[in-house]
């Protein structure tokens, strides 16, 4: 008869968790250019791959303690680029991952993104996604995220760039004790557009989701949103709720919110809501009154408004302070790696 | 350094218009250095549309008048620019502004009217001798502007910007109201320690018990928007007694040709 080899517990492989440092950056161009950087090979436990699109997998049990990157470059010459990002946590697994999308010049291109996540039983992602296309970009972004039992993603997505952006997120608690919070900021200037589809759906008990939008449009640009929670009948014990709170820096920008609820069962705590206001008058004037100039002032409030969102991006890869800068209207700056 | 007795703000007939409407019907009123003055009155005398006059608020209109601040007119100047010449203007209402927080505004108001850098030692130094002072935790730091904070906690942050600002002139709009009786001590005190020869204050309030604990040199009482009497410090307690329905025959006739 033979040894059969018994596959360990979650718990023995949380307790055996082996914790690795990454860093690492992986790179892709819309020419297919292809490269690693912050380590000569991955640790053992972490894979990236490229595939039209990146494709990052971590095994069970390993905990990643600094985040790994992906650089989406579009270059000058490209007219379309068609790409996909998966992300794959295996059980008991965590990491904290970043996108940049970002290009040079003033490139008319059509951009068709997709990143899907899979979480499987207790994995963690801190998953966040720096989008700054060329301002001749039309993007889609699609996301589609699967969480499972007792699993937490936490999702950051900042929007700055491109002509058009249309990102529909699609979050499915699929496993109870599941957890989604997305956090998100988008900066409009010119005649930036951006369009939101935002569904979350709840499909099993005791699962929890929260998204949070904050967008700052000034000049001619505009931002619609369409937010809908879904509760299946399956989905009793749900926590869930939607917000969009929008400031507006020009007469002439726009925001559009539309939140929705279509929920089937009894036994959930649900709120959505959406707020539009232009910048305080009294905020700058108090801001004044202590020397700080009319500029300043509005930098501040801000600066101030997207806060919270700015508290979840990693410091590494100097990511806060070059979106933090940008959320306030100075360009982010290609990262460093992209210098060439 | 001002020599004692220069004038530091020099109000003349200042008249005053708010969304359409005369709220200030030719004010005038001279702060030397080193001196205290109270403006008193009832509710809608003018009072807050005075102090955000001085400041430079837009939505109050300057019909006719002037304000000197040390000799130069500063009706023109934003709000920023009349700060940076040392106006100070401690709000009855602090605004509250989520994400910043408070030590980052402190720097940058200090860094403004400064007009320098303020090096990070020199500030957390200032900072703690500060609130110390007054008696603010350290997390006060941390939190948001005003945000959540109670009426005396703004009221005690106010005063811990006109220390770090040191003003020539400091306007103080009701800064008594909303504290209890030991944060009104507390604030007393601090005002009385920035009694300075080379600076004058304007407090601006509705009850008297502020001038129990601050002893002003003069007391301004104004009426729909006039000062109909003017006198020293022991016009407070008259004013306690009384009320202020015997000034009422008054509001007609110009304080100056009263004497």
């Given amino acids: 008869m033979g040894a059969t080899t018994r596959k360990p517990s979650l718990r023995e492989v949380s307790d055996a968790a082996p914790i690795i440092a990454t860093g690492c950056t992986a790179r892709l161009d819309s020419q297919g250019d292809f490269a690693l950087e912050g380590c000569r090979e991955m640790p053992a436990g972490v894979q990236i791959t490229n595939s039209e699109g990146l494709q990052i997998r971590v095994a069970r049990g390993i905990h990643c303690t600094l985040p790994v990157r992906g650089l989406y470059k579009l270059k000058p010459s490209a007219k379309i680029w068609s790409f996909t990002t998966v992300i794959h946590l295996e059980e008991g697994s965590s990491l904290e991952y970043v996108d940049e999308y970002f290009g040079t010049g003033s490139t008319a291109c059509t951009v068709q993104a997709a990143t899907r996540i899979t979480l499987e039983a207790g994995a963690k992602l801190k998953y966040q996604a720096i989008l700054q296309w060329p301002e ?41 004790g599941s957890s989604i919070q997305i956090s998100g900021a988008a900066k409009g200037k010119n005649k930036q557009t951006f369009e939101f589809d935002i569904i979350t759906e709840h499909s099993v008990t005791d699962t929890k989701s929260t998204f949070d939008y904050l967008t700052v449009m000034g000049d001619q640009s505009k931002a619609v949103f369409n937010g809908l929670i879904r509760i299946l009948q399956s989905g009793a014990r749900t926590d869930a709720y939607q917000k969009s709170k929008n400031l507006l820096l020009s007469p ?13 069962t009894d036994d959930v705590k649900v709120a959505h809501g959406a707020s539009i206001s232009p910048v305080n008058p009294d905020q700058i004037y108090y801001l004044q009154s202590r020397g700080i100039s009319a500029l300043e002032a509005e930098t501040m409030i801000i600066d101030g408004f997207t806060e919270p969102v700015l508290t979840r991006l990693t410091e590494v890869f100097d990511l806060k302070s070059r979106v933090s800068t940008a959320l306030v209207g100075a360009p982010i700056g290609s990262p460093r790696e992209f210098a060439t | 350094m001002q020599p004692l007795n220069t004038p530091l703000l020099e109000i003349t007939d200042l ?17 030397k250095a080193g001196e205290v003055h109270a403006i008193m009155g009832r509710n809608g005398s003018g009072k807050t549309t005075l102090s955000h006059t001085l400041m ?130 507390t604030v007393a005190d ?40 003017s006198a020293g410090p022991e016009l407070a307690k008259t004013l306690e007694e009384k009320g202020y329905d015997w000034l009422d025959n008054l509001k007609t006739t110009p304080a100056a040709v009263r004497g």
Avoid: W
């Fill in chain 2, 190 to 229: 601090s005002v009385n320690s920035l009694r300075a020869e080379d600076r004058a204050i304007l407090l601006i309030t509705h009850y008297q018990r502020m001038l129990d604990y601050v002893q002003p040199d003069h007391i301004h009482v104004l009426l729909d928007g006039r000062i109909v009497k």
């Fill in chain 1, 252 to 264: 002439q920008a726009t925001i559009e919110a539309f939140p929705k609820l279509e929920i089937a």
């Fill in chain 1, 136 to 176: 001749g970009v039309q993007s889609k972004h699609t996301q589609v995220f699967n969480v499972g039992r007792d699993a937490t993603l936490e999702v950051t997505p900042i929007l700055l760039g491109g002509l058009q952006t249309h990102l529909t997120t699609e979050s499915h608690c699929l496993g109870k």
């Fill in chain 2, 56 to 185: 430079g608020h837009p939505k109050y209109e300057v019909i006719s008048g002037s304000i000197k601040l040390k000799g130069e007119d500063i009706k023109g100047l934003s709000p920023d620019e009349r700060a940076r010449r040392r106006l100070f203007l401690g709000f009855q209402y602090p605004v509250a502004i989520p994400g910043v927080t408070v030590a980052n505004f402190l720097r940058s108001s200090l860094r403004a009217v400064r007009k320098d850098e303020v090096p990070p030692s020199e500030f957390r130094k200032l900072i703690r001798k500060e609130i110390t002072t007054l008696g603010i935790p350290e997390t006060f730091m941390t939190r948001f502007l005003n945000d959540g904070f109670s009426g005396g906690e703004k009221k005690r942050l106010e005063t811990l910007q006109m220390r770090l600002l040191q003003p020539s002139v400091a306007v103080l709009d009701e800064t008594d109201s909303g504290l209890d009786i030991d944060a009104l001590r």
């Fill in chain 2, 15 to 31: 008249v005053v218009r708010v969304e359409g409407k005369t709220v200030l019907n030719g004010i005038s009123l001279t702060l």
